[in-house]
C-alpha cells in the first residue's frame, strides 16, 4: 500500500499562502510566487503558463502526478473551482470538509465528500493501491496528523517571504508532540524539496 503525503509549497517564513486569501484569492496576496518552481506566476503574453517544469523540479512534479489518490480540504478545492471534478488522470479525489458542499459538486463522480481524516485517508489509500496518497491543505494536515494517518510530507520550500498569511501547521494541536525525520532533500530551481517521515 502506498504513503500519504502531505504536498505543500512553503515560504522561508512558514506561509503556504499570503495575507487577505479569499475564494477568488485562494493563495492569498502573492502567493502564486509559491509555485513559481512549477511554472504558476511565469507570464508569457500576459498569459500564466504552467506546466511540467525542467529538471529536479520536473522530476518532482512527475512524482506528484503518479499519485493514485488525492485528499484536500474545502479551502484547497474552493478557490480551484474543485478541479473541474478532475485533479490528475482521472484519480479520485476525497474531500474533506464539515460543511455543505454545492450541489454542482455532484456532477463530478471522481469526488465523495467526508467529514473524517482517518476515513478520506483509508479511502483514498484503498482506492490508489500501492500508489502514494497526495494530500493537500492546511486543514488536512492539522486533522491528518492529529488522526494519525499522515506518513510524510513534502515541502518545496520556497525562497521567499510573505510576512503574513496562512502558516502551514496553523490550528494544529500541539498537546501531541509532532516529529519528523528527513527523507530526502533535493535542490531545485526556485525551490528546495524537503521530504520527512512522519515519527510515530
Same mark, same amino acid.
Request: net charge negative; proline share 4%.
Given at each position: 500500500?502506498?504513503? %500519504? ?9 512558514? *506561509?503556504?499562502?499570503?495575507?487577505? &486569501? ?17 511554472? *504558476? ?25 503518479? %499519485? ?8 484547497? =478545492? ?25 450541489? %454542482? ?32 491543505? =492546511?486543514?488536512? !494536515?492539522?486533522? !491528518? ?23 502551514? *501547521? ?9 516529529? *519528523? &525525520?528527513? !527523507? ?17
Amino acid at each position: 500500500m502506498g504513503k %500519504s503525503v502531505l504536498d505543500m509549497s512553503v515560504s522561508l517564513d512558514g *506561509f503556504v499562502a499570503g495575507p487577505n &486569501e479569499t475564494p477568488e484569492n485562494g493563495l492569498g496576496d502573492n502567493g502564486l510566487r509559491l509555485h513559481r518552481w512549477i511554472g *504558476f506566476g511565469e507570464e508569457a503574453d500576459g498569459e500564466v503558463v504552467p506546466g511540467r517544469p525542467e529538471g529536479v523540479n520536473g522530476e518532482i512534479w512527475d512524482g506528484l502526478m503518479t %499519485s493514485g489518490a488525492v485528499v484536500a480540504g474545502r479551502g484547497t =478545492v474552493e478557490p480551484a473551482g474543485w478541479w473541474d471534478g478532475d485533479h490528475h488522470d482521472g484519480v479520485p479525489i476525497f474531500i474533506l470538509t464539515r460543511s455543505r458542499t454545492p450541489e %454542482s459538486v455532484e456532477q463530478w463522480p471522481l469526488i465523495t465528500v467526508l467529514d473524517d481524516a482517518g476515513e478520506a485517508i483509508g479511502r483514498a489509500k484503498e482506492a490508489a493501491g500501492d500508489r502514494d496518497v497526495l494530500v493537500h491543505g =492546511v486543514g488536512c !494536515a492539522a486533522a !491528518a496528523l492529529e488522526a494519525g494517518v499522515l506518513d510524510e510530507v513534502q515541502l518545496h520550500l520556497v525562497p521567499i517571504l510573505l510576512g503574513d498569511g496562512r502558516r502551514l *501547521f496553523e490550528g494544529i494541536d500541539l498537546e501531541r508532540l509532532h516529529e *519528523f &525525520e528527513v !527523507a530526502d532533500v533535493r535542490e531545485g530551481r526556485g525551490a528546495t524539496h524537503l521530504r520527512y517521515r512522519v515519527v510515530r
